[in-house]
């Protein structure tokens, strides 16, 4: 594959526990393509949260090779993975995990502001971006002032504010009404044009999982191409 922004060769996962030792990845292949949309649809418990948080660098893996934009995430030392959770990838969930006690424009910023960046530019990008995803009028609403799906709308302008080369979103209308879902639905399909970023994004929902352009069931430890 041409400029692969992820790239997996025989990666393995186990949780082991005293009764049984659980194989979760399973030499398993993939690859995804920079400013791309893919989709991974899988029975419950098949590895799907997991594989996205090995993506991540949140979780290890037992084997393999994992590449994320260029990072070989075996051999990264523990500063440079914080770099690579907070620059290179993004997330959002299917609970928002906004902080309650701070606004839509706060809850944006504040990753950027951690980060390092000046206030003001913090701010100014958090407000750009909530206009991008239609809630530039709700920039001082709490997180329980707003509905559930301005809130998973904050969150993506959240996974946004610093630039990720990459967002991983699990189940992201996990949590939604129909109407709520699809709205999210588009923002997400228009992000790889938006925001120039990739997108992988773990769904039971179908009708998500029809705009990836290229989609993976993941079963028995593999990913098998379905689209
Ligand atoms: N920290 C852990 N310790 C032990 N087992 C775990 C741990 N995390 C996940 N598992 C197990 O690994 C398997 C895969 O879990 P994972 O959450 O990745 O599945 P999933 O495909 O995301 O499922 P769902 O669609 O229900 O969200 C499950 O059997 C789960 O019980
Ligand atoms: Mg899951």
């Known amino acids: 594959m041409s400029n692969p922004i992820i790239e997996c060769r025989d990666l393995t996962k186990t949780f082991s526990s005293s009764a049984e030792v659980l194989c979760i990845l399973d030499r398993a292949n993939f690859a995804m393509k920079r400013g791309q949309i893919c989709t991974i649809l899988g029975p419950s418990g098949s590895g799907k949260s997991t594989f996205l948080a090995i993506l991540g660098s949140l979780e290890r893996f037992d084997s393999g090779d994992v590449h994320v934009d260029g990072y070989d995430l075996s051999s990264l030392s523990e500063k440079s993975l914080s770099m690579f959770r907070r ?20 809850n944006v910023a504040l ?75 588009s923002l997400l399909q228009n992000l790889p044009e938006s925001a120039g970023t990739t997108l992988l994004i773990v769904t039971h929902d179908p ?21």
């Not at 620059?87 to 706060?106: M, S």
């Not at 000046?118 to 009028?137: F, I, Q, S, Y």
């Open 111 to 185: 990753p950027s502001y951690v980060a390092g960046t000046p206030k003001n530019e913090a701010w100014d990008r958090a407000r750009r971006l909530l206009d991008m995803v239609g809630l530039g009028k709700r920039l001082d609403h709490f997180p329980s002032q707003l509905s559930g799906g301005e809130r998973q709308r904050v969150a993506v302008a959240r996974a946004l504010i610093n630039s990720p080369s990459i967002v991983l979103a699990d189940e992201p209308t996990g949590n939604l009404d129909a109407s709520s879902a699809k709205e999210l639905r």
């Open 207 to 227: 009708d998500l999982a029809a705009i990836g352009g290229s989609s993976y069931l993941l079963k028995g430890g593999r990913f098998e191409c379905i689209k």
């Open 87 to 106: 620059n290179i990838v993004g997330f959002v969930f299917q609970f928002h995990f906004l902080l309650n006690d701070f606004t839509a424009l706060e």
